[in-house]
Nanobody, 124 residues
Framework: QVQLVESGGGSVQAGGSLRLSCVASGSAFSTYAMGWFRQAPGKEREFVATVSRTNINTIYAESVKGRFTISKVNAKNTLYLQMNSLKPEDTAVYYC?????????????????WGQGTQVTVSS
């Protein structure tokens, strides 16, 4: 069982930046594809970004491409999401997730482990 703990959320004005972190338990973090998802009030959870096991390959949702950067530091068991040029529509609870069976993936069903989420609020 893998435990994921997110941090770094908060409130920021439009145009600002935040960096989310996600620390994973255990010794197999380097073998996991990792991803960030988000869920806004009244909406379904949606894919934001994924990074491959080796931190070489990434995929981003079109809505965040060019503004967000995902990365993982295997030596620290930590996943990051650098969010720049934030918009009010980025307001959501952000979740990190681990996909042990995938190289990297944007598919919700490929992720077996989820964090508890961290709130990001962007005001206009």
């Amino acid at each position: 069982q893998v435990q994921l703990v997110e941090s770094g959320g908060g409130s920021v004005q439009a145009g600002g930046s935040l960096r989310l972190s996600c620390v994973a338990s255990g010794s197999a973090f380097s073998t996991y594809a990792m991803g960030w998802f988000r869920q806004a009030p009244g909406k379904e959870r949606e894919f934001v970004a994924t990074v491959s096991r080796t931190n070489i390959n990434t995929i981003y949702a079109e809505s965040v491409k060019g503004r967000f950067t995902i990365s993982k530091v295997n030596a620290k068991n930590t996943l990051y999401l650098q969010m720049n040029s934030l918009k009010p529509e980025d307001t959501a609870v952000y979740y990190c997730a681990a996909a042990p069976r995938s190289y990297y993936s944007s598919r919700f069903d490929d992720y077996d482990y989820w964090g508890q989420g961290t709130q990001v609020t962007v005001s206009s």
